[in-house]
């Protein structure tokens, strides 16, 4: 378990603002426009990323990323396949500590 | 304006306050013979009488007020259906005041004009481009006359066109531009829109075009485009003004689309009727086409990457764009099944489409080669390098000529580009400087579906994860919002 700091999460907007630009227009049309609009004007402008592989992503803006899709883009039976996984990762996590 | 709708009913019709006899007599005697071009069509002013009598079986005046047609700059319209001619003035016009008035002279005239050619098949010559205010009548072009001028290839296409309105004089006041804009936008509106409405595709196919030519041109040089300022355009590109009004007229047909495209008065009979009209639209907006990506596409193209090479810049994204256009362009024209042998002869627009291609991939080629001679590879990224394989890859499978290309250096770009390894080749499409291979699942974008699955099962993502970001993010929002309304708060009171 990690906490997000206010500069942690400043970061991650500039990584999932970069993640964004590449999702189909169709599933991005979907995220309201103030929650894209909120992370623009909160990202650090100081923290400069190139996306050029999935393995660069912070797991602070993965874990946006998949929040974002699940409350605004995927379908109810899109929704409970990610919670299976979520709550899956959820047990191994407890059960290796 | 004609085709007044039957079901038009005003408050009060006074009908046949003229003697109609009268009045053809002097539209066809006195008016008439101010436009040349129109008067040719016929064999002799009787012709045109004869004609006349039978399609203008009455004149009704109505009140100004009605619907505030007069406001519209509408004061007449011919009705094809009931064979009148309807006018708004509040008091009776005799054919004295007709003569008196240039405004109904001119009113008039283009209503006999639409009344002597228009909606019949037998007619080779149609008016266009002709709005009842006196101003715009100015531009009373023909349309069949206009079409056949620019449908037949030839250096003079352009000089016939002008010669046409410098005869009726139209250029003392006007200039061409806004004449063919005028024109053409009324045949475009009339006979297309409601075909373009019911074609789901035929919008953005216009709408990528003109997405394309903004991406080499520049906003602002497109706007002038759609603007119709020739002399801007003829300056800016390195054109003669009359290459950029041909340019002007394409413009003009794609905005005029793009505006018009809600329009939904048409009744849905007619469309089968317009839907014939779509091949002569497609043949029109091809060499349209054709010309604008022989004439300014290309060379501006080249003048851009041939800058950068010269400068020693090895960005490539110049050469990926222009790929990119030329696949989508590809896409969006390859419209074969149009053939149009009756409008041009043997010129087909399979073979302009061809020709323009061709036209296309040798630029390409040129700037390959010229790259592959010239520009330092060893600081290019895994990106650049990948993005210029597939170019090669694409022209070595088109262009036979491979000796024209260094393979020394095309090898170098594919060992290369194989160590990038498969993961990189997904991930490098996803840059702004994509290559969109036709047919490709990058070309829409990722799924933000497979994106998110990727992203869980790489990080063990779990349900504590995003519950505990989403906490964290709230308090962080909510923080922000206080922060704002604090300062907000100081400003009122530093204010007061």
């Known amino acids: 378990m990690y906490i997000m700091s206010e500069e942690d999460t400043r970061k991650a907007y500039v990584e999932v603002l970069a993640a964004l630009k590449i999702i189909a227009k169709d599933d991005l049309n979907k995220i309201p426009k103030n929650v894209i609009e909120h992370m623009a004007e909160n990202q650090n402008r100081f923290y400069s990323f190139k996306l050029s592989s999935l393995d660069e992503l912070s797991k602070e803006a993965c874990v946006i990323l998949v929040d974002l899709y699940m409350t605004y883009v995927a379908n109810p039976k899109q929704k409970e396949l990610m919670m299976d996984i979520l709550n899956l990762n959820e047990k191994k996590k407890k059960h290796n500590s | 304006m004609a085709d007044v709708e039957e079901n038009d009913i005003s408050e009060k019709i006074f009908e ?263 091949q002569m639209y497609y043949t029109f907006g091809g060499m349209a086409q054709k010309f604008f990506i022989e004439r300014v596409f290309i060379p501006k193209s080249y003048e851009k990457t041939a800058s950068s090479i010269s400068h020693g810049n090895t960005s490539v994204y110049d050469l990926i764009n222009l790929y990119n256009i ?47 001679n010239h520009v330092d590879v060893s600081n290019w990224t895994d990106e650049e390098i990948f993005n210029i394989k597939r170019i090669y890859d694409y022209m070595f499978k088109k262009v036979q000529e491979k000796s024209e290309i260094n393979t020394e250096f095309y090898k170098f770009i594919t060992d290369k580009a194989k160590k990038i390894g498969i993961q990189q080749n997904l991930m490098v499409a996803m840059n702004k400087s994509v290559i969109f291979v036709p047919g490709s699942p990058a070309m829409n974008g990722i799924s933000f579906k497979d994106l998110a699955g990727s992203i869980i099962k790489k990080n063990n993502i779990s349900t504590s994860d995003v519950t505990l970001s989403r906490r964290e993010r709230r308090a962080i929002e909510r923080e922000n919002r206080k922060k704002e309304k604090a300062q907000r708060q100081n400003g009122k009171n530093q204010n007061k």
């Open chain 2, 16 to 278: 046949n306050e003229i003697s109609i006899n009268e009045l053809i007599e002097y539209v066809v005697d006195e008016i008439f013979p101010k436009f040349p071009e129109f008067c040719d069509l016929f064999e002799s002013n009787d012709e045109i009488k004869e004609i006349l009598k039978k399609r203008v079986v009455s004149i009704e005046r109505r009140k100004t007020n009605y619907k505030d047609r007069v406001l519209n700059n509408s004061p007449a319209e011919y009705s094809v259906g009931s064979n009148k001619i309807i006018f708004y003035a509040d008091e009776p016009i005799t054919i004295d005041n007709i003569k008196n008035s240039n405004k109904w002279k001119n009113i008039f005239a283009h209503e006999f004009i639409h009344a002597a050619t228009d909606k019949t098949k037998s007619s080779r010559y149609y008016e266009v481009g002709c709005s009842s205010s006196g101003k715009k009548n100015k531009f009373i072009i023909f349309k069949e006359l206009v079409l056949s001028l620019i449908f037949l290839p030839g250096k003079n296409m352009m000089k016939k066109i002008r010669g046409l309105f410098v005869k009726l004089k139209y250029m003392s006041s006007y200039n061409l531009g806004d004449a063919l804009n005028e024109g053409l936008t009324a045949w475009i509106t009339d006979k297309m829109v409601p075909y373009v409405k019911n074609d789901t595709e035929a919008y953005p196919w216009e709408k990528n075009f003109i997405d394309s030519i903004e991406e080499v041109l520049g906003t602002e040089e497109t706007l002038d485009l759609i603007r119709c300022d020739y002399k801007k355009i003829a300056k800016k590109f390195n054109i003669s003004k009359l290459d950029s009004i041909s340019l002007i007229r394409y413009m003009d047909i794609t905005s005029c689309i793009a505006n018009e495209v809600d329009n939904n008065d048409k009744k849905e009979k007619d469309i089968e009727e317009y839907k014939k009209n779509v």
């Open chain 2, 326 to 372: 030329m696949q989508k362009y590809k896409n969006y024209i390859c419209i074969e099944d149009f053939s149009v042998e009756d409008m041009l002869g043997s010129y087909s627009y399979k073979t302009f489409y061809e020709e323009t291609f061709d036209n296309f991939e040798s630029y390409i080629k040129n700037v390959l080669i010229a790259f592959s």
